[in-house]
């Protein structure tokens, strides 16, 4: 009975790849969920401040109302638009600096998804897929496959294993 150690350290190699590339689809899946988890409550605050934007609209007509109405004597379309500008810059203020601290926090996020979507991207590519087993042999397995040649048959007369002969043929994308 002979080992052939080749075979299992290859198939160990590729276990392990394959753990590696499980791993790394975990974080992916797990980052976004974090990354969902902050969108949500950004979106949250956003309807928030279309609620309050929805007031301060309703309270500047309001507003504009009364204005007009204390006002018998009246006062001139200058003096009307300056006191509304000051009204709705009081009231629209609060929300453009929200906004903007809102703008920031987005702009850090995105930074954040783009440093790791890069760290993973070198990770993965770091990752080094061989082509092919045997090169040599890469051409005599297509060949006597194209032959009709059974796969137990090439494995033993090129002394493979019937895996590693499925991997050329897969990679060659003939089976």
Do not use: C, W
């Not at 009307?80 to 926090?105: A, F, G, H, T």
């Not at 783009?114 to 061989?130: A, F």
Request: glycine share 2%.
């Amino acid at each position: 009975m002979n080992i052939n150690f080749a075979d299992y350290t290859l198939e160990y190699i590729v276990v392990i790849l394959a753990a590696i590339i499980l791993y790394l689809i975990y974080y992916v899946f797990a980052k976004d969920s974090s990354y969902d988890k902050n969108i949500r409550s950004i979106a949250t605050v956003v309807e928030e401040l279309n609620r309050e934007l929805f007031y301060v609209k309703k309270k500047l007509a309001d507003t504009q109302k009364d204005i007009q109405a204390e006002s018998k004597s009246r006062m001139s379309d200058d003096e009307i638009y300056q006191e509304i500008e000051r009204s709705v810059y009081d009231m629209v203020q609060p929300l453009y600096l929200d906004l903007k601290k809102m703008q920031e926090n987005i702009n850090a996020i995105d930074a954040q998804i783009d440093s790791r979507l890069s760290m993973l991207e070198s990770g993965v590519k770091q990752i080094n897929i061989p082509s092919s087993i045997h090169a040599n042999d890469d051409e005599k397995i297509i060949s006597l496959y194209k032959q009709g040649v059974s796969l137990d048959t090439i494995a033993k007369e090129l002394h493979l294993s019937k895996p590693e002969v499925e991997f050329v043929l897969k990679i060659n994308k003939i089976k």
